[in-house]
T-cell receptor
Framework: ETGVTQTPRHLVMGMTNKKSLKCEQHLGHNAMYWYKQSAKKPLELMFV???????ENNSVPSRFSPECPNSSHLFLHLHTLQPEDSALYLC????????????FGEGSRLTVL | GQQLNQSPQSMFIQEGEDVSMNCTSS?????WLWYKQEPGEGPVLLIA?????ELTSNGRLTAQFGITRKDSFLNISASIPSDVGIYFC???????FGTGTRLTIIP
């Protein structure tokens, strides 16, 4: 138990569906992150939020839409995804932004048909 | 963007052996971190390094921040079955990750 909870753990969706991934951290951290993990590739940073404000968008396609209503919750809204978007999506938090000591959730395994 | 080259990509060792892996960057980093990921889990931080030349231990794990600031090393002594997993280096406050070293222990 890392203090970062992601739901759902598994998600299968069609290319025309709209779904959301949820992340909640119970650590009192101020920064939250979305990473994408694909087979044979390094973890790719997608978004960074610091005190609910987005501080980094790593050239992520607009079909991925993040939302951070408060420092404890982070969402990733998905719509009109492509099969190549199938991956493990990891949420992480840290006490302060860009300190490097990240606490990861267990991830949401996404399959796009 | 910044790239981290991690080697080896995979290791097959016997229980009790020592393990060494490294990570190199084309850019200078101010922070080096090592994470471990087990199946079905997210990465877990093992060791964080913040100073060039720093050598830090965490139990049987020892990591070093290269003096050039472009590399880092992780050593595991006397490996045990629970060491199995994928080890990732990360640099620059964890925003850049290496491709990982998959450690398998042969019975």
């Amino acid at each position: 138990e890392t203090g970062v909870t992601q739901t759902p753990r598994h998600l299968v969706m069609g290319m025309t569906n709209k779904k959301s991934l949820k992340c909640e951290q119970h650590l009192g951290h101020n920064a939250m992150y979305w990473y994408k993990q694909s087979a044979k590739k390094p973890l790719e940073l997608m978004f960074v939020y610091n005190f609910k404000e987005q501080t980094e968008n790593n050239s992520v396609p607009s079909r991925f839409s993040p939302e951070c209503p408060n420092s404890s919750h982070l969402f990733l809204h998905l719509h009109t995804l492509q099969p190549e978007d199938s991956a493990l999506y990891l949420c992480a938090s840290s006490q302060r932004v860009n300190t490097g000591e990240l606490f990861f959730g267990e991830g949401s395994r996404l399959t796009v048909l | 963007g910044q790239q981290l080259n991690q080697s080896p990509q995979s290791m097959f060792i016997q229980e009790g052996e020592d393990v060494s892996m490294n990570c190199t960057s084309s850019s200078i980093f101010n922070t080096w971190l090592w994470y471990k990921q087990e199946p079905g889990e997210g990465p877990v931080l093992l060791i964080a390094l913040y100073k060039a030349g720093e050598l830090t231990s965490n139990g049987r794990l020892t990591a070093q921040f290269g003096i050039t600031r472009k590399d880092s090393f992780l050593n595991i002594s006397a490996s045990i079955p629970s060491d199995v997993g994928i080890y990732f280096c990360a640099g620059q406050e964890g925003l850049t990750f290496g491709t990982g070293t998959r450690l398998t222990i042969i019975p």
